[in-house]
């Protein structure tokens, strides 16, 4: 006689995808593996500028190996190609390091840091002749921008090319002479310089044109310069909620101070 024999078999929770039973231990370590791929995939601007930061630290042929490798994976990579340049410069390899930053700007012609390091790879390797004619160049392309031109004068300072980020600097106020950001950056420069009467005279007009910069106000507090932050509501806003470009402010001495009064106040300024 035969007996039929019936299988034990386990009940587990779980969840069912088509024909197939998923444990709820399987699903929270799938779930846990999408999640990672996702915020791999979705790294904050921070993340990757610390990410640079931290490849830039490392040691220099280990640096080398990791962008050439890139750049097999994707050689229209402007990044890439700048910083292998800036290692050829280093070096001393002028030949590789003008190839990669010609590559640098074919790909991002507007890039001025790769511009300026261009300039100063031919002064670095005794070619003023070609030096200047690549600046000028440069600056005069940038002669119908007031954001290539200041971009283009941070980066000169940086390389302390100081003739050509005067240059653009006062390119760029001419093109933009209400700009907040131009007359601030303008200010720093003469800061670096230790010239504090010229920084001044920026600084203020940078805070006449927007009174809410905490950091412009800070530089003139340690300049002697006492001014007052207006409230949200003190400021006119236009639709966006936004203050507008250019504050009708004067500035005015009270007891030895300087404070920002509205432009028809009837307040005279004290000698």
Not at 62 to 82: G, M
Not at 105 to 116: E, I, K, T, W
Request: net charge neutral; glycine share 4%.
């Amino acid at each position: 006689m035969l007996r039929k024999i019936k299988s034990r078999q386990m009940k587990t929770r779980g969840f069912t995808f088509g024909s197939n039973r998923v444990s709820i231990f399987t699903f929270i370590f799938l779930l846990n593996c999408a999640l990672l791929l996702i915020l791999v995939g979705c790294e904050s601007p921070e993340m990757k500028a610390a990410e640079a930061e931290r490849v830039r630290k490392l040691p220099t042929d280990i640096r080398k190996a990791s962008l050439q490798e890139s750049l097999e994976k994707k050689f229209e990579n402007p990044v890439a190609h700048y910083e292998l340049a800036q290692i050829y410069h280093t070096e001393g390899n002028w030949s590789k390091a003008e190839y990669h930053y010609n590559i640098a700007l074919s790909f991002d012609p507007a890039n001025a840091d790769a511009q300026v390091s261009m300039v100063k790879l031919f002064l670095d390797s005794s070619d003023t002749a070609k030096s200047k004619n690549y600046a000028n160049n440069y600056v005069n392309d940038a002669g119908n921008s007031d954001t290539q031109s200041l971009r283009l004068a941070m980066a000169f300072e940086k390389q302390q090319l100081d003739e050509y980020a005067v240059t653009c600097y006062q390119q760029a106020l001419n093109l933009s002479p209400d700009s907040a950001r131009i007359n601030k950056q303008m200010a720093y420069y003469y800061l670096g310089k230790d010239n504090k009467d010229r920084a001044k005279e920026y600084l203020v007009r940078s805070f006449q044109l927007d009174p809410t910069q905490p950091e412009v106000a800070g530089e003139l507090g340690k300049l002697g310069v006492e001014v007052k932050i207006p409230g949200r509501t003190d400021i006119e806003t236009t639709g966006t909620g936004k203050p507008p470009e250019e504050q009708k402010l004067k500035w005015v001495m009270k007891h030895g101070r300087v404070e920002f009064q509205e432009a028809d106040d009837t307040s005279e300024k004290n000698e």
